[in-house]
């Protein structure tokens, strides 16, 4: 299947040295600041919490956050964690091991299938341009579940692959594990994504369905899938009283597809327009990888199955009324084995890709994202608190250069120096992003900031923390325990009562609440105040001690006091 642009491809270059190099730049792109940087709400804290949660109690089959039942997502995750955190240690770095690892594999597996189909040059290109798209490396730097699900949804991928060109035991069963591997993952994601890329990619002369379903095996195949899946699933719905399945499939399936959830609606073309400006400098060619490849449809499959493995996921994600641009995170790899095959295209025989417009589409849709790139860094360098003034100049300059560079390359027709000034570019940015922003904001970090500080003084002033209206994940992840979540005033005088002191953050509405009210005694010990980067505004809380008053005796008023708003 490989092209005749193979033989363009320059001089041999040892596959196994072309491997360590790419995933040594993957590898450094996915943990660059991961240990300095605490964990993002609210995803992060919850998935590695669970995992510490896990650990401490020993119990494998039932995860908790906060020591409540966490039926988002099924077990493997925390399973995979739990040997993370025990190799890099129980922390951010550790908590995100698992994902820069997993995104390696991915970047891999995508430069080794290219190379073999498309030719050598075309996997290099491949194994670059994925390595370093900004939304492929920013999910590889998250503890959550999207870089694994990518990693063996692309192994599906590849299997079918195989099995379209000829029957093979190895591949079929290497489809039916895999899969078994992304449910427990994801759930049905995996399964649903594969439908709609097969789909998509007959219809666009990719290999036939019925060509997969006839080599998958299913006699040995379906049992290797039930064998993973099954026991944990039988599992959690006997330990759950079949809650589990309540949740996981009712609000995270079921209500997912169907509603607006936790405020993740999107617009139509949402995964166009937010995809990319998440893939920038890359997204600018993709419009011409996809003409390309549509273009050489009749010459080779490979065309039907790369179009149908970036646009089948993309219609049924665009149907699905709850929006993410990381449930699109799956098909990336196609997009980037497509820019990769546009671009080995132009440097092997450059009269054979005409697209004047498509070709000065991009050149264009990159001069505006690197200048507004450039003029909005530049701005947040002035809003944003003294410490990260500096590292937003240096990512404002990444940007200016970087996107001069590449336009000055594209224009004067030297196609391999723009692509590797888009290769530098985006990895000089994500470097500096990762490796020098992203820390420089710690100290404005209010969920770590005020789980730390009541972690310290825990200790000192003798009480148990809890929360109330102040209760991202973060701040429990980073108390390192849970605390429970105080609703309203009958809560408070519940546990008021039976801790006798409570350690909380309080906002500057409950702090006073509370002075006002005969019932309780505050003590304040410190106040955080700073630039919250999560919500983008200043933020101030109080951590108190909050007691019994002496006299009068507390007395539920179920109309007064404290409500979370």
Known sequence: MSPATTELAGPRRSPWREALLIGLLALTLNLAGNGRTSLWDRDEPRYAGATREMRASGDWVHPTFNAEPRYHKPVLIYWLMLAGTAIGGDGPFGARLVSAVMGVGTVLLTWGWTRRVLGPRAGTLA????????????????????????????????????????????????????LGLAVLTKSPAAPALLVASVGAAWACGGPSPLAYARRLRWRWGLPLFLAIVVPWNVAI??????????????????????????????????????????????????????????????????????????????????????????YYLPAVPALAVLTAWLLDRILAVPAEVRMPRLLAFARRAIGIGAGAGTIGLAAAAFVLPAPMRLPMIALAAIFGTGGFAILREAKAGRTRNAAAAMVGFTAAMELVLAGWALPAAEPFRSSS?????????????????????????????????????????????????????????????????????????????????????????????????????????????????????
Not at 147 to 156: I, K, N
Not at 157 to 174: C, M, T
Not at 525 to 545: D, M, P, Q, Y
Request: hydrophobic share 45%.
């Open 127 to 178: 194994g670059l341009v994925l390595a370093t798209m900004p939304l492929m490396m920013a999910e590889s730097k998250l503890s959550t579940t999207d870089a694994t699900l990518a990693f063996f949804y692309v192994g599906c991928q590849l299997a079918l692959w195989e099995l379209a060109k000829g029957p093979s035991l190895r591949a079929a069963l290497a489809f039916w594990g895999l």
């Open 237 to 326: 719905l006997i330990r759950s009283g079949g809650e589990y399945f309540n949740v996981a499939v009712g609000y995270h399936i079921v209500q997912r597809a169907t509603q607006k959830l936790e405020e993740h609606g999107g617009f139509p073309g949402y995964y166009v327009v937010v995809g990319g400006a998440t893939l920038l400098p890359w997204s600018a060619l993709f419009p011409a990888a996809l003409a390309s490849a549509w273009n050489r449809r009749r010459e080779t499959p490979a065309a039907g199955f790369l179009i149908g493995w970036a646009i089948g996921p993309l219609i049924f994600l665009e149907l699905v009324r709850t929006k993410l641009i990381h």
């Open 449 to 565: 900031v005020v789980g730390r500080r009541l972690a310290a003084l825990e200790g000192v002033v003798d009480a148990r923390p809890a929360l109330c209206t102040f209760k991202p994940p973060g701040v429990v992840y980073s108390l390192g325990h849970p605390a429970p979540i105080l609703h309203n005033r009958g809560d408070f005088v519940e546990h008021v009562d039976r801790h006798g002191r409570l350690l909380m953050p309080l906002t500057p509405y409950e702090l006073t609440m509370l002075q006002k009210d005969p019932d309780f005694e505050v003590e304040v010990h410190e106040t955080v105040e700073g630039f919250s980067i999560e919500k983008f505004r200043n933020e101030e809380l109080h951590l108190a001690t909050v007691r019994p008053a002496a006299e009068p005796p507390a007395v539920a008023r179920p109309d007064a006091g404290v409500t979370t708003r």
